[in-house]
């Protein structure tokens, strides 16, 4: 069973940056599609960015580009996403995603393989 562990959340003040990381093991990391999401308090999971197995293709939703970058290191299981200029709107629990079908990760959401538990952001004004 995949199992995947974020990591890097925290408490920073608007305009600072973080860098999340998810960590895949016990799959064949470079088999999948990747994403992040995120859930405030009171409203819905929605999509944050999602990287294809090469890391050649990403996509980023609207409220987060030119502040935000996905990538991933397959050598370490791992992807990562840059956060800057960071916004309180952004405060969330972040989680990472994978499924070996990357249209699934930008568009089905209900059809995603596995998840993570969750990272908290917070983001102070």
């Known amino acids: 069973q995949v199992q995947l562990v974020e990591s890097g959340g925290g408490l920073v003040q608007a305009g600072g940056s973080l860098r999340l990381s998810c960590a895949m093991s016990r799959g064949t990391f470079s088999s999948y599609a990747m994403a992040w999401f995120r859930q405030a308090p009171g409203k819905e999971r929605e999509f944050v960015a999602a990287?294809?197995?090469?890391?050649?293709?990403?996509a980023h939703a609207d409220s987060v580009k030119g502040r935000f970058a996905i990538s991933r290191d397959n050598a370490k299981n791992t992807m990562l996403m840059q956060m800057n200029s960071l916004k309180p709107e952004d405060t969330a629990v972040y989680y990472c995603?994978?499924?070996?079908?990357?249209?699934?990760?930008?568009?089905?959401?209900?059809?995603?393989?596995?998840w993570g538990q969750g990272t908290q952001v917070t983001v102070s004004s």
């Open positions: 990287i294809d197995w090469s890391g050649g293709s990403t």
């Open positions: 995603a994978a499924d070996p079908n990357y249209r699934i990760v930008r568009t089905v959401f209900g059809r995603i393989t596995y």
